[in-house]
């Protein structure tokens, strides 16, 4: 009896020491350093899929096995990230140790670079085996990835497979910034308040037309005040001076000029009264000024 509890306490230690095989992703030397975190940053988000073995089914009885940044494919095959399956045959056309992720606003794409060549495909003559995983964003898609075989190397040197998930749109997907939820919160703010404040004057106090706005005579002085500062800072003359009035040049060709009592002199002597304006210019100018001036007074 003492013999079996011994046997038994050594096959658990055995099962809790035993190492595991693990196939993290890691970079490939190839990126440059100034990439490297930012594809750090898109294999970090693939953690949910770890430990998922996956199978895509190609044409002629090939099929691939994937293990995203998981375990080894085959404890056999040291770093198998993607192990390409024919008949009774394995090959590694994928490393865990060679991967390159990117990601755009709708998708993330990993590539797992091999050193196993080309043999059957001479276009491809002296590249080495790589396989490419597209994700697209589908927010309909959640749980294990469903991979697809796109293309089998032929014209492109590398396989293509893809899948969709919701993953890649949570990840790619932004949001609203803080401004934007600050101006839809105000706008439906301000709107709740004039739909409830125009209610209020016109059933409770019977207000019409104008008079239903509510705070009228605020929102009235904060429109003049508003028209009042642009037309400060907007007038032409502030800047150009009084425009020139003293002669003009009429559509029939014929000059004219303001003689010093209001009337309009033509170019041949004879002398028109402009219609109501039997004020001198001057005076007329004189006048405009003062209403300006008192327009813009507080």
């Given at each position: 009896m003492?013999?079996?509890?011994?046997?038994?306490?050594?096959?658990?230690?055995?099962?809790?020491?035993?190492?595991?095989?693990k196939?993290?992703?890691?970079?490939?030397?190839?990126?440059a350093?100034?990439?490297?975190?930012?594809?750090?940053?898109?294999?970090?988000?693939l953690?949910?899929f770890?430990?998922?073995?996956l199978?895509a089914?190609?044409?002629?009885?090939v099929s691939?096995?994937?293990?995203v940044c998981g375990?080894?494919?085959?404890?056999?095959?040291a770093?198998?990230?993607?192990?390409e399956?024919?008949?009774?045959?394995?090959?590694?056309v994928?490393?865990?140790?060679?991967?390159?992720?990117?990601?755009?606003d709708?998708?993330?794409?990993?590539?797992?670079?091999?050193?196993?060549?080309?043999?059957?495909?001479p276009?491809c003559?002296?590249?080495?085996r790589?396989?490419r995983l597209?994700?697209?964003?589908?927010?309909?898609?959640s749980?294990?990835?469903e991979?697809?075989?796109?293309?089998a190397?032929?014209?492109s040197?590398?396989?293509?497979?893809s899948?969709?998930?919701?993953?890649?749109?949570?990840?790619?997907?932004?949001g609203?910034?803080g401004?934007?939820?600050?101006?839809?919160?105000?706008?439906v703010l301000?709107?709740?308040?004039?739909?409830?404040?125009?209610?209020?004057?016109r059933?409770?106090k019977?207000?019409?037309?104008?008079?239903?706005?509510p705070h009228?005579?605020?929102w009235?002085?904060?429109g003049?005040?508003?028209?009042?500062?642009?037309?400060?800072l907007?007038?032409?003359?502030?800047?150009?001076g009084d425009?020139?009035?003293?002669?003009?040049?009429s559509?029939?060709?014929?000059s004219?000029?303001?003689?010093g009592?209001g009337?309009?002199?033509?170019g041949?002597?004879?002398?028109?009264q402009?219609a109501?304006?039997?004020e001198?210019?001057e005076q007329?100018?004189?006048?405009?000024?003062?209403?300006?001036?008192?327009?813009l007074?507080?």
């Amino acid at each position: 009896m003492t013999l079996v509890a011994v046997q038994i306490l050594l096959c658990i230690s055995l099962l809790i020491n035993a190492p595991q095989v693990k196939a993290d992703c890691q970079i490939d030397p190839s990126v440059a350093e100034q990439d490297k975190p930012a594809v750090s940053d898109v294999i970090n988000l693939l953690k949910p899929f770890e430990g998922q073995l996956l199978k895509a089914q190609g044409a002629g009885g090939v099929s691939y096995l994937v293990s995203v940044c998981g375990a080894d494919v085959a404890s056999d095959l040291a770093q198998s990230a993607v192990v390409e399956v024919n008949g009774t045959s394995r090959m590694v056309v994928g490393l865990s140790n060679r991967t390159i992720a990117s990601q755009g606003d709708d998708w993330l794409q990993l590539l797992w670079l091999s050193n196993t060549s080309y043999n059957n495909t001479p276009t491809c003559a002296g590249s080495n085996r790589s396989v490419r995983l597209l994700i697209a964003c589908n927010a309909d898609v959640s749980g294990a990835l469903e991979l697809r075989v796109d293309a089998a190397p032929g014209a492109s040197c590398f396989t293509s497979l893809s899948a969709s998930h919701s993953l890649v749109c949570s990840a790619s997907h932004q949001g609203l910034g803080g401004f934007s939820v600050f101006l839809i919160i105000m706008t439906v703010l301000f709107l709740t308040y004039l739909c409830l404040g125009g209610a209020y004057m016109r059933f409770v106090k019977g207000a019409k037309g104008a008079d239903q706005v509510p705070h009228k005579e605020f929102w009235f002085r904060t429109g003049n005040a508003f028209a009042d500062c642009c037309g400060a800072l907007c007038r032409c003359d502030k800047y150009f001076g009084d425009g020139n009035f003293d002669d003009y040049t009429s559509v029939s060709g014929a000059s004219a000029a303001y003689a010093g009592d209001g009337a309009l002199r033509a170019g041949g002597g004879q002398s028109y009264q402009t219609a109501g304006y039997s004020e001198p210019r001057e005076q007329l100018l004189s006048n405009q000024r003062s209403s300006d001036s008192e327009l813009l007074q507080p």
